[in-house]
């Protein structure tokens, strides 16, 4: 068989990512399979059938003999309070990375700045290291594949709380890891407290370090919004609730057993050097007659399928122990022995079976699917325990645990004692990105993100960005089978589901997973910071062990855009949008705007301008009032910013780039002694944040003052229109502020005759 035929001829995106990720040198799609399945003939046969693939890493290097590890998933635990062992952690973490893992790490036992240090100086807290790790993180390829990925965590009552959360927005930094507050209940109670009765509690902390102690007072309220307002701006951070995400679980009675934090989908909560290995079970492939008033789902061959891919699973731990890149991790999987089934084409399997993702129907079948995927894992990993015999490190304590009690009764778990139990966890909810894309299904436990949409790939490609369009296979085999074009109403997509709904259903497949679920809430362009706050609370009240939101439009870019072809008022990228080397001339029918910023070397005057109809990002000015060095850069990167915007480059990716210049010691001297500095940490990061403040005033002035249709993108030329008013025309000139027009090639000053050509 070729991967053609098993992923579809038309999938060109699925065999690419076959290709690109999961095929080892030249091995065919036969030997591939063979390999992957350990020549096990029920696993052969459920990846032939796609019902079930194990997570990219163990897809890559599982039996090639690679130095590199078959798990995506592990944790740093604590990173140390001191410089030698936050060095040490680094290295730890280069070579995590080089193996081929992802990890997490929580920075809550580093003491906060201004904490007392040896020789009588104080502490700089948490940011130096933040941006070690940041380094290590960008610097070591997985593999040499891709970089490696990282998530940091930290205590929300950690006197630095808010500088985390605030870090990428405000200084342009850490842009090589994920983010996440890890928020416990009693935290939680003061934020329900406020919303139920309008209270305000301050809590008085002390953090306590090996030479010391700090005191200081945390308003729990002030955080949380403050946090809910960054995560409506850049999808981050997410939330950890950290005392279910810890003692939800089967270890939940074992003190050795320390969750501290986790991966980087944070579907996987792990003690330090804890490591895990990943694969889904595709729901769609166990719907019956789909797309028919008959369809059902089978659950006995679902159930037959989770034993087989539990103890597939179970046998990558043995090849892999000895690919883990630090000794801790391979006494960790030996000892504990961690595996995290997890589910793919949820909603693809709703839709099969008629069922709107988020009713009252599917989340009957979701609890019914939840229930019994978690009895069958198990029942099967105990079944092995009789066989191979139980983890290092298990005790009678397991029974104990509130998952199992839910999930088992008196009888039955006397039954299990005697057998034991082979892996101390069993399912999570990975995103499952990579190979749902590949299988062209929806992912994790997720909605459809679009009927159809554009997804971007660098990987795929050399970090060359590649769009493919897409569209759910679901509705092409629904209108054949029914002989229609119609679009049934359960065909929802991710933007037009209830955030309560989103939210209700993880709840409900939460309380059977013994981990954690991978899973961000897609929020329409429209949602208020009020709707993020009230998310969080209700997600910490429907028992989620973390969350994290995606609000369209906001300024952190996603990898898949709307086709604006099939939906005219989805927002899409300009990335794609103009032929390569097609640079749009600009006419004098713009829309300016003029900032003034206060930077290290003194004021910058900055104008921008528009396109009257899109309001996209066409040109830029900056002037200083002084000559020299600063003056020509500024030139050089207007010059650059403009053409990259007239090539087609959204201001979000131009933002994106300039927030990576990191920070300038003259700005941070002014910013410091005189306080009067603009937001930013350099003088690329301030324009950044200036350019995107002056692009959202444009939009906002277009939607609330015209009605202008769009041009058509394959032009996206400006146009003239002559209902634009005059004074939102004008481009002012940078010495007298008069209007400025075009004469020639050239941009002049009528009034002070200021001139600059093109």
Request: glycine content about 8%.
């Amino acid at each position: 068989m070729r991967v053609e035929e098993w992923l579809g001829k038309e999938n060109q995106l699925g065999v690419d990512i076959w290709n690109g990720k999961y095929k080892f040198n030249d091995e065919s799609f036969d030997e591939w399979i063979d390999r992957v399945s350990n020549n096990n003939p029920q696993l052969k046969q459920m990846i032939l059938e796609k019902k079930f693939l194990f997570g990219g890493r163990t897809l890559t290097n599982y039996n090639t003999g690679k130095n590199a590890s078959t798990s995506n998933c592990y944790s740093s635990g604590y990173a140390p309070d001191s410089v030698v062992g936050i060095m040490d952690l680094a290295q730890k973490m280069a070579l995590t990375y080089k193996a081929q893992g992802g990890q997490g790490v929580s920075l809550s036992k580093i003491r906060p700045k201004g904490s007392k240090i040896s020789g009588g100086y104080e502490s700089d807290g948490i940011v130096p290291f933040m941006e070690i790790f940041n380094t290590t993180t960008a610097s070591i390829s997985q593999g040499g594949s891709r970089k490696g990925a990282l998530m940091m965590s930290i205590d929300a009552w950690h006197k630095e709380a808010e500088t985390f959360i605030t870090i990428k927005s405000e200084q342009g930094k850490i842009e090589k890891a994920n983010l996440s507050l890890e928020i416990d209940d009693e935290f939680m109670d003061c934020i329900k407290l406020y919303y139920d009765t309008g209270e305000v509690k301050t809590i008085h902390r002390i953090f306590e370090y090996v030479s010391g102690s700090i005191e200081y007072d945390v308003i729990p309220i002030n955080l949380y919004k403050k946090m809910c307002q960054i995560s409506y701006d850049w999808a981050e951070p997410g939330i950890i609730y950290t005392d279910r995400f810890r003692n939800y679980n089967i270890m939940q009675h074992d003190n050795e057993y320390n969750i501290i934090t986790g991966n980087p989908c944070g579907e996987q909560p792990l003690p330090k050097h804890g490591a895990c290995n990943l694969g889904s079970i595709n729901l769609s492939e166990y719907v019956v007659n789909p797309y028919t008033k008959n369809a059902s789902f089978n659950f006995d061959d679902f159930l037959h399928g989770v034993d087989v891919a539990i103890r597939g699973l179970d046998d990558v731990i043995d090849y892999g122990i000895q690919y883990h890149a630090l000794e801790e991790q391979k006494e960790m999987a030996r000892n504990y022995r961690n595996i995290g089934l997890g589910v793919m084409g949820l909603a693809s399997a709703l839709v099969k079976l008629g069922l709107p993702y988020g009713s009252d129907k599917s989340l009957e079948l979701i609890d019914d699917i939840g229930f019994k995927m978690f009895k069958q894992s198990v029942l099967t990993s105990s079944e092995i325990a009789s066989e191979k015999g139980s983890f290092p490190k298990y005790s009678d304590l397991v029974w104990d645990s509130d998952i199992i009690k839910e999930h088992f009764n008196s009888l039955e778990i006397e039954l299990l004692k005697e057998k034991g139990l082979r892996n101390c966890s069993l399912l999570s909810i990975a995103p499952s990105g990579s190979i749902g894309t590949m299988l062209n299904i929806s992912t994790g436990c997720e909605p459809f993100f679009r009927i159809s949409y554009k997804r971007k790939t660098v990987s795929l490609h050399k970090d060359e960005e590649v769009y493919y369009d897409v569209l759910i296979k679901e509705l092409e085999e629904y209108q054949t089978i029914n002989q229609t074009k119609e679009i049934p109403d359960y065909f929802i997509s991710s933007e037009s589901i209830n955030w309560k709904d989103r939210i209700a259903l993880q709840g409900v497949l939460q309380q059977h997973i013994d981990t954690a679920i991978s899973s961000t809430v897609n929020m329409p362009n429209e949602s208020t910071v009020e709707d993020v706050e009230r998310l969080y609370l209700f997600a910490w009240e429907s028992g989620l062990k973390g969350v994290t939101i995606f609000r369209d439009g906001c300024k952190r870019l996603g990898i898949l855009t709307t086709n604006e072809e099939n939906n005219e008022e989805e927002k899409q990228s300009n990335t794609n949008e103009l032929p390569r080397g097609y640079i749009i001339q600009v006419d004098d029918n713009v829309v300016g705007k003029k900032r003034t910023l206060m930077t290290g070397c003194g004021s910058l005057h900055c104008q921008a301008f528009f396109d009257p109809i899109s309001g996209e990002l066409l040109e830029t000015y900056f002037s200083k009032g002084s000559s020299g060095g600063c003056v020509n850069s500024y030139i050089g990167l207007s010059r650059m910013i403009s053409l990259s915007a007239r090539a087609g480059v959204d201001i979000y990716s131009i933002v994106d780039q300039l927030n990576s210049s990191g920070v300038c010691p003259s700005y941070a001297t002014r910013s410091a002694v005189k306080k009067d500095t603009s937001k930013g940490s350099s003088c690329p990061v301030a324009i950044g944040n200036v350019l995107l403040d002056m692009y959202n005033e444009m939009q906002s002035e277009i939607n609330e003052d015209f009605e202008y249709k769009k041009p058509n993108k394959k032009d996206n030329k400006p146009t003239k229109n002559n209902n634009i008013s005059e004074n939102k025309i004008k481009r002012p000139c940078p010495q007298c502020g008069d209007e400025l027009v075009f004469e020639g090639h050239c941009i002049s000053c009528l009034s002070c005759g200021w001139s600059k050509c093109e």
